[in-house]
């Protein structure tokens, strides 16, 4: 047989999901940023876990074979290896075990007043690197920041998550909540037209879930290899044709405090495994 | 007139995936001439393995796979070693895997990837150079090659 | 330097039979994707596996580009003897990564 074979799923009934799902969906009256509480409109928050076949879910359950470990372990590594023998390692301040980031990685994104920025975990371990070892940043995706994060979200894993969004933490989150209410890109949906009005449906291949950030960074059957939040977000963007911002940008972590801030209550499960 | 490969395009620049196509794949006659290749013409009875799939796999791009050999695993009887084929991958060799009687259980896991739904054949050679084998069929929901742009 | 994560018991009573679990880090890059630029990524694959009990081979696995990233392989050994259990993974290049971990052996 020497057909062009297109890998099992038609380009055909891609686009007819798409589409009905373009249709289905109308913008909701909510959502808007505005000084009063902000209300969730999800009934109930569920793990993207939950979305998983059983052996994806196995392989996540699976404290050895699950392949997140490896990024873990290597962590632990650099954890307590600064790199450079005149700097301190994060152990010589936060200790051996890392016991001392146990919560940690369920409040974060957080406001840092020293910066006045919005730090996520991996802002927050860049900015210990530049700070206090006196190194240049990992890049957002390298394997090092990637087992790092990977390393402090774990200590927090089964802890449920609740961040800060009172304060000066509020704008930010305000712009996340617009956007993930905002219509864009050349299919011109909104992230709650996927994850909130079409959960559980099948597009290509893939249940859509919530898209809750709980388990990430996650191992992606389809990457081959641990990511970011940040690259999935990517791939949400460029999926309805909209420009994506780059990994670690200001936008996307403004994002990822309104989806955590919705995510309250779901328990860290990083690292995940997801299709 | 919209092809195929044009269908392909659009859908790969709509979803930011690429759906280039597999490269030539092995078919179920490929898979004989493999297996022919490792064991020449000697008879392969059927019996004696349990491969192992789950019936479905939401991504090829790791499978999980087990193999159990019925046999006592003592000098005089044992496993010498487990290869396994797919039906339908670009290659059709998988791995192999030798045992010895130290070994103690002939049993064996790994993941796998696997290009499309197809059949995954386990041949287990004996001690007194008899073979044996075991199948399992299973659909595959995304196949092993679909690519990630970013 | 690969990293591995390697599932073996410390101790065990003789004749046991032991399971043994083994992940690695690597891509197990087929040769047959493109990236982003239509490329050919080269092929970058671990070809071999071996398990040695007390320097005898206990398990050896060949492997070929339809084994999953990160490689996992578990299987069984009959503890017979205190000593060292080696774990040694080569790839196309003949680049060896290699782990030991000790295993007692009482009744």
Known sequence: MSSNRSCGITAHSLMLALLAVAAACEMPGTGVASESEPTRTLTQALSGYEFQAEDTQALQDDPFANPGMLWVDQGQELWRDAGSADEPSCSSCHGESGDSMRG???????????????????????????????QSPYAYESAELLALSAFVAHQSR????????????????????????????????????????????MLRGDRLSQG??????????????????????????????????SAGAPEYVNLELFLTWRARGLKVDAPAVRR | MITRRDWLTGA???????????????????????MRQAFGDSPISTGRVALTLPALAENGNSVRLSVAVDSPMTEKDHVEFIQ??????????????????????AEIETRIRLAAEQRVVAVAGMNDGSLWSGSASIVVTIAACLEGLI | MLKARISAPARARPGEIISIKTLISHPMETGNRRNSLGARIPR???TEFVCLYNGRQAFRAELHPAIAANPFLAFHLRADASGTLEFRWTDQDGEVTTETRDLVVEP
């Not at chain 1, 998550?161 to 209410?181: C, H, L, W």
């Not at chain 1, 191992?219 to 999935?232: C, M, N, V």
């Not at chain 1, 990517?234 to 909209?242: D, I």
């Open chain 1, 104 to 134: 940690v990685a369920a409040r974060y994104p957080a406001y840092d007043a020293e910066t006045q920025s919005l730090l996520n975990i991996e802002g927050r371990i860049n900015h210990c690197r530049e700070k206090h070892q006196q």
């Open chain 1, 158 to 201: 089964g802890m449920p998550i609740d961040v800060f969004i009172d304060g000066p933490a509020r704008t930010f989150f305000d712009s996340g909540q617009s956007y993930f209410y905002e219509r864009r890109g050349q299919m011109n949906l909104a992230c709650h037209h996927c994850h909130e009005r079409n959960v559980g449906r």
């Open chain 1, 212 to 245: 809750q950030p709980t388990g990430y960074p996650a191992y992606r059957l389809e990457w081959q290899t641990l990511g970011s939040l940040h690259r999935r977000l990517r791939f949400c963007n460029v999926g309805v044709r909209a420009e994506p911002f």
């Open chain 2, 12 to 34: 790969a620049a709509i979803t930011g995936y690429s759906l280039l196509p597999m490269p030539l794949s092995a078919t179920p006659a490929d898979m004989q001439k493999a």
């Open chain 2, 84 to 105: 396994l084929f797919a039906e339908a991958n670009p290659l059709p060799d998988i791995a192999r895997f030798e045992l010895v009687a130290l070994s103690g259980r």
């Open chain 3, 44 to 46: 970058n694959i671990l």
